[in-house]
């Protein structure tokens, strides 16, 4: 059994940025004493996985120095599509004994790496209804080199790993340390926009219900507005940053046909975006039990016999789907600022393509009897702006941008003024595992 961590450095890393978020304990509360965030080195990280952990260690080291970050102990997430499958499934209930052979061939037969040598792990999620006939179970599993390049990367930074996670469930410890004041009872759907990728993750209480990753990411509109201007992706990526605005209306003009698996019933409330007031001085300790389960916090190996696996009907993630949306050209524009218009015209197509995996999701999930009661958008790609408005207004939903900081007491030592106001979205990884040593 791993010790039980007190002070983590939680670690993000991403292709185009890697994040550090240390968090200590204070009482029984965290505190966010230091947020860091460095460029990835080039070509060291894509969306299968890291690819020079020499250099993803150096980064890690540098940006824990800058920040002032000094904790040791650090919680990571291993991402990308060759060095790491999660996956929430409903299986039949049955004995302990059953259900570890059973998860053994679900394991085997889901594992899309080549390699044999598999670590894996499975946990039953907290039930709401214990007479159902079915129960959930949270799976991951990651090819041993995963593990090992992730281990020499720690190594090279000089820090200690404590715990290998993966990001669905950092997310979730998230949500149930900032926002489930909120959210009580809600079925929540954290869509994280990445620079390669898009993870879209469904959860309720704190619990991941299912978890999505979609081929579509920053990368994406800054590609596009590269073309349409015909400059270099950096200069692009400025334009992005600086010029990308969607317009007010966008949204409604890519709404879809009504959806036959939503309530004809349900009313939505207009876009409101959370109060950033601070938590009531009565509020109790975020410690809490029955939260989020970490697959690698125990180092099993998975040893496992054939049986065929049950096949759920999910979207494919191989490439994005065409969107259903209207063009570009009839979308509108906003007329006194014929610059940020360009820019929206470039990136029209690309966003109509993350939305409709958005909304493919969403209606998937709705297919199996879920709802579906808030979007929250994070991660780089969320800075787009009017992008929350945009998605309320496609997908009839309300829509919030996710700040991983609310409710936590921040308090840095080294960080310019307005850092955390300007990159607070894209730390909802690197605090979930920071999170971690609060959370059984």
Not at 190 to 209: A, E, P
């Amino acid at each position: 059994m791993a010790k039980k961590l007190s002070n983590v450095l939680g670690v993000d890393i991403g292709c185009r940025t890697i994040k550090v978020a240390e968090v200590r304990t204070q009482g029984r509360e965290p505190m966010v004493s230091a947020l860091g965030l460095v460029e990835t080195p080039v070509g060291s990280v894509d969306h299968t996985g890291i690819q020079n952990p020499d250099a993803v260690g150096a980064a890690i080291k540098q940006c824990a120095h800058d920040c002032g970050a000094t904790i040791g102990d650090a919680v990571v997430s291993i991402n990308g599509q060759a060095a790491v499958l999660v996956k929430c499934l409903e299986v039949p209930r049955m004995s302990k004994d059953e259900l570890e052979q059973h998860m053994g061939w679900e394991i085997q037969n889901q594992s899309p790496f080549a390699e044999s040598n598999i670590l894996s792990d499975y946990k039953q999620l907290a039930e709401e209804d214990p007479s159902s006939a079915n129960i959930d179970v949270v799976m991951a599993a990651a090819p041993q080199s995963a593990i090992d390049i992730v281990v020499q990367c720690f190594k090279k930074a000089g820090k200690k790993l404590g715990a290998i996670d993966v990001p669905p469930l950092s997310y979730a410890r998230s949500l149930a340390s900032s926002y489930m004041d909120a959210i009580e009872n809600e079925t929540v759907c954290l869509v994280d926009v990445g620079h390669k990728t898009t993870s879209i993750n469904i959860y309720k209480n704190g619990k991941l219900l299912w978890p999505r990753q979609v081929p579509i990411g920053g990368e994406n509109f800054t590609q596009a507005i590269s073309d349409a201007f015909g400059i270099s992706m950096d200069d692009a990526e400025r334009k992005k940053m600086e010029q990308a605005s969607i317009p007010a209306g966008a949204g409604s003009q890519a709404a879809a046909p009504m959806n036959p698996f939503a309530d004809p019933n349900a009313t939505y409330a207009p876009y409101a975006p959370f109060s950033d007031a601070p938590p009531a001085a009565t509020a109790e300790p975020t410690q809490m039990s029955g939260t989020p389960y970490n697959p690698f916090h125990e180092e099993t190996n998975a040893s496992a016999s054939a049986a065929p696996p049950t096949a759920d009907a999910e979207p494919t993630d191989a490439q994005p789907q065409p969107a259903e949306a209207p063009p570009a050209s009839s979308a509108p524009v906003p007329q006194d600022n014929p610059e940020q218009a360009a820019v929206y015209n470039a990136i029209a197509v690309t966003l109509s393509e993350f939305l409709d995996e958005l909304r493919r999701s969403i209606d998937f999930y709705r297919s199996r009897g879920g709802v579906v009661d808030r979007i929250f958008l994070a991660g780089g790609g969320a800075k787009i702006k009017g992008i929350s408005e945009y998605v309320h207004d496609a997908l009839n939903l309300p829509c919030d941008l996710y700040d991983p900081t609310r409710r936590l007491n921040v308090n840095l030592r080294k960080v310019a003024p307005d850092f955390v106001e300007a990159n607070k979205e894209q730390f909802s990884v690197a605090l979930g595992n920071g999170l971690y040593g609060f959370f059984d």
